[in-house]
């Protein structure tokens, strides 16, 4: 079936270091993926997003880049900090069926650790 | 400004009670989504809410599962005679747009444990 996965459960980086967490998927028909951190106790939270007439895109730190011809999403993050370490995940959106609601498939998870 | 909130944190019950769940969206914002997130997986999408326009309940696993939405605002997603497998984070989600996902803002989600 269709599915959004992971290929690393956990990722631990050195402090400073860049930080890489894969992604890949299966939907041609997706469009849009996203990346959301989620900390301990919490929701998650938004980081970047990209549409899929894009390869790359950059954020404050961070830069998504999709590559189509393998269906592979990546989230590198720069001089990775503590405060980085939470679980991430890739999302991908597929247009509703008439509905109108954008539904969200998600991964499950990479936990980035981040050691001091 | 204030963001999503839920009610409860936490939730213990036993198997076969019913149980309610509560989602305060951001004001103003006429999307709602509500998830669930079993330990160690990623989300799944239950229902959505946008508007006055009948929800999408394509996600709930089962007639067990109900939610509706009073006055466009507060959210309440039901659970009748709750099983062990329902144990999870149900998460509430809203957004400003209808049609564009990343807008959707999370609250900090309701621990559910059946025991």
């Known amino acids: 079936g269709e599915s959004v996965g992971l290929h690393l459960p956990t990722l631990s980086v050195q402090e400073g270091d860049n930080s890489i967490i894969n992604c890949a998927y299966s939907?041609?028909?997706?469009?849009?993926f996203i990346w959301y951190k989620q900390e301990s106790g919490k929701g998650p939270q938004f980081i970047i997003d990209?549409?899929?007439?894009?390869d790359k895109r950059q954020g404050q730190r961070v830069t998504v880049l999709l590559n189509k011809t393998v269906k592979h999403l990546s989230l590198q993050i720069a001089a990775t900090q503590p405060g980085d370490s939470a679980v991430y995940f890739c999302a991908e959106n597929k247009p509703g069926r008439g509905t109108g609601r954008r539904a969200l498939t998600f991964g499950s998870g990479t936990r980035l650790q981040v050691q001091p | 400004g204030a963001g999503v909130s839920q009610s409860p944190s936490n939730k213990v019950t036993e198997k076969g009670k019913d149980v309610e769940l509560r989602c305060d969206p951001i004001s103003g914002h006429t999307a709602l989504y509500w998830y669930r997130q079993s330990l160690g997986q990623g989300l799944e999408f239950l229902i959505y809410?946008?508007?006055?326009?009948?929800?999408?309940k394509s996600g709930l696993p089962s007639d067990r599962f109900s939610a509706e939405r009073t006055g466009g605002s507060v959210s309440t997603l039901t659970i009748q005679r709750t099983q062990q497998e329902d144990s999870a984070v149900y998460l509430c989600?809203?957004?400003?747009?209808?049609?564009?996902?990343?807008?959707?803002?999370f609250g900090p989600g309701t621990r559910l444990t059946v025991t």
């Open positions: 990209i549409r899929s007439n894009m």
């Open positions: 809410f946008q508007g006055n326009s009948a929800p999408d």
């Open positions: 939907n041609s028909a997706s469009d849009y």
């Open positions: 989600a809203s957004s400003t747009r209808r049609d564009v996902v990343y807008e959707q803002y």
